[in-house]
């Protein structure tokens, strides 16, 4: 009984490890700025559910969430979700096709756009806890116009209300795994 106990806890600990999202800092260092290549910096990432765009930008800019068409025609009226503080996260919950403007129509239509596709999360447990869309992530000292910056814990674990989320995910299958095993 022992055995299969440990041999369940050690199988589900290793899943629990999967669940980790990433914390894309869209643009890298650049930030979300009108001087940078933001098609190129989305080309070799794989974003899946899970994941989270943190957004980073001086008081010049905002970041909008968008349809197709308004991406497209870069229409800030029309937006699904804004923020303009500067330091600001959109957790990609769902698998299909995000797309992202600043608010200022005249960077749009000189390339700060974003467009990213979210793939299903295959074989990992999604992130429990997300941020909500907006919410404000760990931060540090910027050399970017003074605005924060989103520092990711080496082990990329999101800490959401001062609780590491693998350690929620953890916690929660070790209970299930021990009421079934």
């Given at each position: 009984?022992?055995?299969?106990?440990?041999?369940?806890?050690?199988?589900?600990?290793?899943?629990?490890?999967?669940?980790?999202a990433?914390?894309?800092t869209?643009?890298?260092?650049s930030?979300?700025?009108?001087?940078?290549?933001?098609?190129?910096?989305?080309?070799?990432?794989?974003?899946?559910?899970?994941d989270?765009?943190?957004?980073?930008?001086?008081?010049?800019?905002?970041?909008?969430?968008?349809?197709?068409?308004?991406?497209?025609?870069?229409?800030?009226?029309?937006?699904?979700?804004?923020s303009?503080?500067?330091?600001?996260?959109?957790?990609?919950?769902t698998?299909?096709?995000r797309?992202?403007?600043?608010?200022?129509k005249?960077?749009c239509?000189?390339?700060?756009?974003?467009h990213?596709?979210?793939?299903?999360n295959?074989?990992?447990?999604?992130?429990?806890?997300?941020?909500?869309?907006?919410?404000?992530?760990?931060?540090?000292?910027?050399?970017?116009?003074?605005n924060?910056?989103?520092?990711?814990?080496?082990?990329?674990?999101?800490?959401?209300?001062?609780?590491?989320?693998?350690?929620l995910?953890?916690?929660?299958?070790?209970?299930?795994?021990?009421?079934?095993?």
């Open positions: 009984m022992a055995k299969q106990l440990l041999l369940c806890v050690l199988v589900i600990f290793g899943l629990a490890l999967t669940s980790k990433t914390v894309y869209v643009g890298d260092n930030g979300w700025d009108i001087s940078t290549d933001l098609d190129t910096w989305a080309k070799d990432k794989r974003f899946v559910v899970g989270i765009l943190a957004f980073q930008f001086s008081s010049y800019h905002s970041v909008n969430e968008v349809t197709k068409q308004s991406y497209e025609g870069c229409n800030t009226t029309n937006v699904l979700q804004s303009s503080n500067g330091n600001t996260s959109f957790p990609l919950n698998p299909g096709d797309y992202f403007v600043c608010g200022n005249l960077h239509l000189g390339g700060m756009k974003l990213v596709q979210v793939e299903e295959q074989g990992a447990l999604s992130p429990a806890g997300a941020p909500e869309s907006g919410a404000a992530l760990p931060t540090s000292p910027s050399s970017k116009s003074g924060p910056s989103v520092v990711v814990p080496s082990s990329a674990v999101l800490v959401h209300g001062g609780i590491r989320v693998d350690s995910v953890l916690g929660f299958v070790v209970f299930v795994a021990s009421t079934m095993c």
